[in-house]
C-alpha cells in the first residue's frame, strides 16, 4: 500500500496577475505570489523592482489596477479593516508614528484588533523580551534611533500575533547582531506555522528564507529555494553587476559575493 504523500501547507495569502501602474509606468506587471503557511518567503529585487508595491498591495493598503489579492481564499477586500487585522501585521519599511508614545504603548497597539483578555499586556511583554526592546519600554518613540524604532515596529507586530506577517525591510537600519535577531525571530515565525513575507536587500539573509522571489523592474524573474533562484548569472544580470556565489559549509545555503571591480593602472 502506498503512503499518501504528505498535505501541503494552506495558502494563506496569494496574490494573481497584480499590476500597479503610474501613468506609463508599470510599478508590477502581472505578478503572480502565494505564501504558505509555516514559510519564510524572502522578496528580493534591486532598486525599484517593485518590493514595497508588492507588500502594499498584499497587505491591502493598496488596491491593484488589475489583479486580485486573496487571504485564506477570500478577496482581502471583502475582510472589515478589524478582522483583517487579525490576519496579518504590517512592518512598514519606514514608521510613521509621529506622536510622543512611550515603546511599550507603541507595541500595545498590536492588541487593538483582539479584545482584552484577562492578562492584555502577555503578549506585549513577550514581544518586547523577544525583540530586545524591554529596557527601551519607557522611553518615547520619537526619542529612539532608526535600529531602535525599527525593533519596536516588529515589536508591534508580533504583538498582534496574526498568522500572516508582512515586513519590509525589517533589517535595513541594524547592525550585524540585531539583524541575526529579526532573521531568527522570523524564521521561528515560520516554524511555528505562521507565512512570513520579508522584503530584503541584504541576499545573506534572504538565503536563510525557505524560498526566495525575485523582482525585477515589476516582474517575478524566479521564485522557488535559495539554491535555484541566487545564482551567479541571475543576480549578476538583474542587478547588473557581477556576483560570486559559493556554498556555505555550514549549511549548504548560498553565499553572494559582489564582485569588486578591477584595480585600475
Known sequence: MTAAAPARPAVELAGTGLTVHIGRRRLLDGVD?????????????????????????????????A????????????????ELAR???????????????????????????????????????????????????????????????????LARVLAQRTPIALLDEPTAALDIRHQQLVLRLARQLAAAGHAVLAVWHDLHLAARADRVLLLAAGRVRAVGRPAEVLTADLLGEVYRHPVRVLTDPRDGRPLVLPDAPAPSG
Open 67 to 82: 489583479g486580485q489579492v486573496l487571504v485564506r481564499g477570500r478577496p482581502i477586500g471583502a475582510y472589515r479593516p478589524r
Open 87 to 153: 490576519l496579518r501585521a504590517v512592518m512598514p519599511q519606514q514608521s510613521v508614528q509621529q506622536f510622543a508614545f512611550t515603546v511599550r504603548e507603541v507595541v500595545a497597539l498590536g492588541r487593538a484588533p483582539w479584545p482584552a483578555g484577562p492578562d492584555p499586556d502577555a503578549a506585549v511583554v513577550a514581544a518586547l523580551a523577544d525583540t530586545q526592546t524591554a529596557e527601551l519600554a519607557d522611553r518615547t518613540f520619537l526619542t529612539l534611533s532608526g535600529g531602535e524604532q525599527s525593533r519596536v515596529t
Open 33 to 65: 505570489v502565494e505564501l504558505r503557511a509555516g514559510e519564510l518567503l524572502a522578496v528580493v529585487g534591486p532598486n525599484g523592482a517593485g518590493k514595497s508595491t508588492l507588500l502594499s498591495v498584499l497587505a491591502g493598503d493598496r488596491a491593484p489596477d
